[in-house]
């Protein structure tokens, strides 16, 4: 028998949620590590989609990176997902902070998906590991061959799969390539100290672009979703090998609620 601990547990060796930042709330937020889990769904984010279709497909535990409960909530409302899900049954595990960080990270499948192996080291460090005291933070760098700003652009638009980017060209053609997956606006000007030309990440502000182009350096938007729905399939390969009595499976309803014309 798998329970929910057993999952949490294997989940914390790959990402260990001491390591969480700490603004987050990750861990198993909804359910019981006693619970048997025979099925998993696997989501970037625990919508009110997201429960049903777990409901609809017989699980007993889902699986998301950003969490399902990150503010506080004043009542218990159906049509919150965590009040669904546990009106479902159905547990919620949510691994936000500590797997950006974690050794083999999402931003290290941003190098390998845009065909480049990360340098060792974090983008930026801002933290330690409580009972390691190594250094724990956000990003990858890569070293690339020479190619031009737009042409890296179209490139992760590819790679990653979006509708559309949005960038700022930067002075000079790229050869490093630093990389952080969601929101890694703040870390743009970590650039220049690891001598890389360009920047893909999400969610940058228009301030930050001004800043970018006043400084030469390319910054690449890909989209906050498509940065980070990337490890889900990870996370259903190593979960699949540890617990082979288990179905993991990626949902089929979530998409990015956000929508460009």
Request: charged share 25%.
């Amino acid at each position: 028998m798998t329970t929910i601990g057993d999952i949490f547990d294997k989940i914390d060796e790959l990402a260990p949620f001491r390591n969480a930042d700490s603004f987050d709330n990750s861990g198993l937020l909804v359910g019981s590590r006693c619970d048997e889990v025979t099925k998993v769904l696997l989501s970037l984010d625990a919508t009110l989609d997201v429960a049903d279709e777990a409901k609809e497909k017989g699980c007993q535990l889902v699986i998301t990176h950003h969490p399902v409960l990150f503010n506080a909530i004043k009542k218990l409302d159906i049509s919150h997902p965590a009040v669904r899900l546990i009106r479902y049954g159905i547990g919620c595990i949510c691994a936000h902070t500590n797997l950006d960080s974690a050794e083999y990270n999402i931003s290290d499948i941003m190098c390998e998906l845009m065909g480049l192996k990360p340098n060792d080291g974090y983008f930026t460090v801002n933290r330690c590991d409580p009972e390691t005291g190594a250094a724990v933070g956000y990003g990858r760098v890569a070293d690339c061959e020479k190619i031009a700003p737009a042409d890296l652009a179209k490139k992760a638009k590819e790679a990653f799969k979006c509708g559309f980017v949005r960038f700022v060209q930067g002075k000079d053609d790229i050869t490093r390539v630093a990389f952080c997956s969601g929101a890694g606006g703040d870390f743009a000007y970590e650039c220049l100290r690891h001598n890389a030309q360009a920047f893909i990440t999400s969610d940058i502000k228009h301030h930050e672009f001004l800043d970018a182009y006043d400084m030469g350096l390319t910054v690449i938007d890909c989209g906050h979703f498509n940065t980070e729905v990337i490890v889900l399939p990870y996370i259903k390969e190593v979960l699949s090998k540890a617990f082979p009595n288990v179905e993991f499976m990626i949902s089929e309803t979530e998409n990015s609620v956000i929508k460009a014309l």
